[in-house]
């Protein structure tokens, strides 16, 4: 059987007059919470995760989930980079984003909350309405991407948008505005597009805020296998090399190299 761990995050404060507990903490708190506690354990893959069971105790209010004992300790760890480093930067856009959320939830409720882990070494997160655990703004740039994948979903009630199914980044919602989808009289699902888009990435690490990402471009992608054009690549490619000696081709590129 596998080893178990627990992650608590205990929240201290009041309800009014009286002192933080479950019976007077609302439940869109706990939702709040329950949403970003899966982007800090597991911000990248969610299909593959263990599961996270939960609870909910007195003193004052302790949320308490329990996952594999190597979840526990691989978070663990981030505590203790986020707590010596005073910064969320370095962590990966979910992460960081979820402890951005808790930081601003402490400042709007006046809540303290205290993170840590099972582990007997284990490092205690505190998050107040005094810390500033906050991405740094300047990190993130303007960027253009280019997505490739079947688009699977348009429209959007608040806002509108496309949903493209891709193979290098997932599944991607990407904000177009209500004209360009009223402009577009073929059906567009289930279809092939390359997307142009536009959105901040991390000049550090390179990674995609792809929260941000708004439509620049469709294109009508599809791809196809040429024959003809591939025979004449290898053609150009033959009468290129027709007259080129390999070993002594390799015998001048490694003298170019000592030079």
Do not use: C
């Amino acid at each position: 059987m596998e080893k178990i761990g627990e992650i608590e995050i205990r929240v201290v404060g009041k309800s009014g007059n009286h002192n933080l507990s479950p019976d007077n903490y609302d439940i869109k708190h706990i939702a709040s919470i329950l949403q970003n506690v899966e982007d800090l354990l597991f911000p990248i893959n969610k299909k593959d995760r263990p599961i996270i069971t939960y609870d909910i105790q007195e003193g004052s209010v302790r949320h308490l989930f329990k996952t594999t004992i190597q979840t526990v300790i691989g978070f663990s760890a981030v505590l203790s980079q986020v707590q010596t480093n005073e910064s969320i930067d370095f962590l990966e856009l979910k992460t960081a984003r979820a402890i951005e959320n808790i930081q601003n939830l402490s400042r709007q409720k006046n809540y303290e909350f205290q993170i840590k882990t099972s582990l007997n070494d284990s490092y205690e997160l505190t998050i107040n309405p005094n810390t500033k655990f906050l991405r740094t703004e300047n990190i993130w740039v303007d960027a253009e991407f280019y997505f490739y994948g079947i688009l699977k979903d348009a429209g959007g009630k608040s806002k509108a948008n496309i949903h493209l199914d891709t193979d290098d980044f997932g599944y991607l919602s990407i904000e177009t505005g209500e004209q360009f989808l009223k402009e577009r009289e073929e059906n567009l699902l289930y279809k092939k597009f390359g997307v142009r888009a536009k959105g901040k990435q991390n000049i550090e690490t390179g990674e995609i805020d792809t929260k941000s990402l708004q439509l620049i471009e469709l294109i009508d992608y599809q791809p196809k296998f040429d024959n003809d054009y591939l025979n004449s690549l290898i053609k150009k490619a033959k009468d290129s090399w027709r007259n080129v000696h390999p070993d002594e081709w390799l015998l001048n590129l490694r003298g170019g190299y000592e030079a």
